[in-house]
């Protein structure tokens, strides 16, 4: 089976401006979670997404957001881009249950200037 | 906050020699998982145990889980430099439904 894709893997925006993080997990799974990555903070947990409905969030800002399409893909969205969110995110696909083992992707690097 | 908390933050050793990481935890857990990441890619899941297990092996690996203490711990023997990366503990709220929770990880080096 193919692993976690992760697109684009590299984004450099400039303040203020939005992005669209794109996510496929592996074939028959239908969790997705996300994950932000910081040297500072850590990996920190965004959301998860299960059969298209948001399962879990973190606490991170309504700017926030994601969405899980019906062949569970999924994407996040961050609006009004700051310097703090210069990170790596981190998507990972799980079977089922929220605990079950995550399949994590690449991750994509986004660099705010 | 279930968040667990790895010990030491960072470990540097020799080829061949072992390995021990610490993951401590504050509440009931459903399982406790460990992961490793290379510098700057995806987590890559090692070993899952759970709560009513008290060790367990994968190769080189072996885990064990305290859960009247709260902790875990994951050894590497015989360890290689290919071994060098950043070793997370990840625990599960029983139920299973809630978040997975990451500690901030132990970075092992480890030196040829």
């Known amino acids: 089976k193919a692993g976690v894709t992760q697109t684009p893997r590299y984004l450099i925006k400039t303040r203020g401006q939005q992005v669209t993080l794109s996510c496929s997990p592996i074939s028959g799974h239908r969790s997705v979670s996300w994950y932000q990555q910081t040297p500072g903070q850590g990996l920190q947990f965004l959301f998860e997404?299960?059969?298209?409905?948001?399962?879990n969030k973190g606490n991170f800002p309504g700017r926030f957001s994601g969405r899980q399409f019906s062949n569970s893909r999924s994407e996040m969205n961050v609006s009004t881009l700051e310097l703090g969110d210069s990170a790596l995110y981190l998507c990972?696909?799980?079977?089922?249950?929220?605990?079950?083992?995550?399949?994590f992707g690449p991750g994509t690097r986004l660099t705010v200037l | 906050s279930q968040q667990g908390e790895e010990d030491p933050q960072a470990l540097s050793i020799q080829e061949g020699e072992n390995a021990t990481m610490n993951c401590s935890y504050k509440?009931?857990?459903?399982?406790l998982q460990w992961y490793r990441q290379n510098s700057g890619r995806g987590l890559v899941h090692l070993i899952l145990?759970?709560?009513?297990?008290r060790e367990k092996h994968s190769g080189r690996l072996r885990v064990t889980l305290d859960t009247s203490k709260k902790s875990s711990s994951l050894l590497i023997t015989a360890s290689r430099a290919a071994d060098t990366a950043s070793y997370f503990c990840?625990?599960?709220?029983?139920?299973?439904?809630?978040?997975?929770?990451f500690g901030k990880g132990t970075k092992l080096t480890v030196n040829p």
């Open positions: 509440t009931s857990i459903n399982n």
């Open positions: 990972a696909s799980s079977l089922g249950q929220t605990t079950d083992t995550q399949y």
């Open positions: 997404y299960f059969s298209e409905t948001q399962r």
């Open positions: 990840a625990t599960g709220a029983q139920g299973g439904s809630e978040k997975l929770v």
């Open positions: 145990i759970r709560s009513n297990e």
